[in-house]
């Protein structure tokens, strides 16, 4: 888990326009930012700056405080999973073998290695003997699987993912979406998230980074994105405007409230916080429901009521 800062950073490509511009915004350790924008706006060069996989022409990019241009290159990338739409398995390794790579690199043992893939294996939700079968016996969704499996292989406290669901069918990709929800939960890495996919953006982001030509145009909470965007530019991008469809896509976590100090638990109906705005508003529209209980993995976190729903998704009127 480690925070990341981008300070002014820019890029341009051989004197042509900058594909990215004077970015600054913070990465608090352990959340999952969205960098969200249409096609060519600067996501992929901005996140390749990260594992210096792309060098900025200006500002600074630190992790924990530190400059990472002050790091070695291997050891920066140790601490960074990087997942990509290709997937990019290698075709003549078992999975077992794509997903051990980067520990059989650190100098793991056998047999703390087979362990691993055990582990990540039931983590990402594939069977035990997928460690034997090779990528192309293997679906895209399932190929992805491995591919996050082996970018978390090494425990690295970030993670960067550039549109690993884009080529994937919407049902399998929604299901993706849930599993690293709750990946995420458990495992708290500060992950960096590329897609140009709105609703994707909402569903997983604790913040979304809009960008537009290469500038940051809003940084914020997906509720405050929608309740005050900056500009046109961020509602039309985001479809602010249809409050129906938002409710179905925003978790209960990111609108409820600290339990208060005299709560007791069980009383009222409980709601998983990683489910969306609409389940809660079907409770809550229920009669005699004032209120729900919000749990994570069942121990209660937070309460919501009909109040907190509509004041914080919804935009004053104009
Ligand atoms: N290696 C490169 N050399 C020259 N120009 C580049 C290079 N990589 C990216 N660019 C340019 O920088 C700009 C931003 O590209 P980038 O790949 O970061 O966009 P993106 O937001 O990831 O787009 P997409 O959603 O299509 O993946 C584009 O105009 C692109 O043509
Ligand atoms: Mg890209």
Not at 60 to 81: F, N, P, W, Y
Not at 150 to 177: C, N, Y
Request: glycine letters at 6%.
């Amino acid at each position: 888990m480690k925070q990341i800062l981008f300070d002014r950073v820019s890029k341009s490509f051989d004197g042509e326009r900058a594909a990215v511009h004077r970015v600054s915004f913070e990465v608090p350790a352990g959340s999952l930012v969205v960098l969200l924008g249409p096609s060519g706006c600067g996501k992929t060069t901005l996140l390749k700056m990260v594992n210096r996989l792309v060098e900025p022409t200006s500002g600074r990019i630190c992790m924990d405080e530190t400059d990472i241009r002050s790091l070695e290159v291997t050891a920066l990338r140790r601490q960074i999973g990087y997942v990509i739409q290709q997937v990019g398995l290698f075709p003549h390794m078992t999975v077992g073998e794509n997903i051990g790579v980067v520990p059989q690199l650190n100098g793991w043992k056998r047999e703390q290695i087979a362990a691993r893939v055990a582990e990540l294996l039931e983590l990402v939700h594939l069977p035990p003997e997928f460690a034997s079968r090779y990528p192309s016996q293997l679906s895209g969704g399932q190929q992805q699987r491995v591919g996050l499996a082996r970018a978390l292989a090494a425990d690295p406290g970030v993670l960067l993912m550039d549109e690993p669901f884009g080529a994937i069918d919407a049902i399998t990709r929604a299901s993706l979406q849930d599993q690293l929800i709750e990946l995420q939960q458990r495992l708290r890495k500060t992950v960096l998230f590329v897609t140009h996919d709105v609703d994707e953006a909402l569903r997983l982001a604790d913040r979304i980074a809009v960008l537009r030509r290469g500038e940051l145009v809003q940084y914020d909470e997906p509720c405050a994105l929608l309740s005050r965007p900056a500009d046109d530019f961020v509602r039309e991008l985001l479809n602010a405007d249809d409050r129906v469809r938002q409710l179905g896509l925003i978790r209960v976590e990111a609108v409820m409230r600290p339990l208060p100090p005299d709560f007791r638990p069980g009383v009222l109906p409980a709601l998983e916080s990683s489910a969306d705005l609409r389940t809660a508003l079907s409770l809550l529209l229920q009669p005699g429901v004032q209120a729900l209980e919000i749990t994570r993995e069942g121990r209660p976190a937070g309460v919501l009521d009909f109040e907190d729903l509509r004041s914080r998704t919804c935009q004053p009127l104009q």
